[in-house]
């Protein structure tokens, strides 16, 4: 077990397993993943790369084999060697790896069980969309399946309740304010935002998820002008509420990763 941390920022991941062929790590929301731009923001993929100097001069590489948004918590497995990379690639292919996710939601779905099987496309390819990212169940798009599991159903008091959000207050009370779940999703497909927008079909979208939650309106106020009192009032976390919590290889290896405090603490109050 170790720590590793950025230089550039307090951001740092948890090493949960490594091998000479492999490391496992539970990445913090708000880390990129690879980089996506040719600047200078600290990514997961970087700080790898300092932390296996040592490997990659002796002819080993980093190839991240299962990506997570910047705002998604959780478990990240990287291959350290080409052979790794391979094997690890073709087992993606045949579907080997079993992936599970915790989400926080708004409100207590009715069931205890779903099974999600709709498919998933760009929505600027079939309509007008301000967010070139966005996605939309389209008969159009990939196969994509998810099957979620209700773990537990919990009220928690928000400004929204007492009416003293900065956007005024009781926007959502119709919809059942104070009530979240926190939701088991496994996803047989990985397609983009799948489990985001699955979830927001079934009317029960992530907390904190600025396209799929409230208005995607929040994202583009985001970008604009950061966080703000005003969107913590209307989204009430500041990232999407979705940690990578399991991933295992069939009959192979698992590995776990508990919620981060974030997500426990919004249970708990």
Known sequence: MGE???PLRSIHFKIIDETADYIVVDKPAFLLTHPTKPDQRTTLWKQLREL?????????????????DRETSGLVLVAK??????????????RSFRK???AIVWG???WETKIVDAPLDRQGKHQQSAIWLKQMIHPAGGPAWTE????????RSTMRDSNSSPSGGGSREAAGDGKFSLVRAIPKTGRTH?????????????VGDKIYGPDE??????IETGWTPKLAGELLLPRHALHSTKLAVTNEKEWTAELPTDLANFGEN
């Not at 060697?81 to 045949?94: H, V």
């Not at 489990?195 to 029960?204: D, E, F, N, Q, W």
């Open 4 to 6: 590793m941390h950025s």
């Open 52 to 68: 296996l100097a040592f490997e990659i001069a002796n002819g080993g590489q980093v190839s991240i084999v299962n990506r997570l």
């Open 81 to 94: 060697t080409a052979t790794a990379a391979r094997r690890f690639g073709l087992l993606m292919q045949r």
């Open 100 to 102: 599970e996710y915790l």
């Open 108 to 110: 207590w779905p009715e």
């Open 148 to 155: 979620f599991r209700v773990e537990r159903r919990f009220t």
């Open 194 to 206: 799948q489990i985001r927008v699955h979830l927001a079909s079934l009317g029960y979208p992530i």
């Open 217 to 222: 309106k929040l994202y583009l106020e985001f």
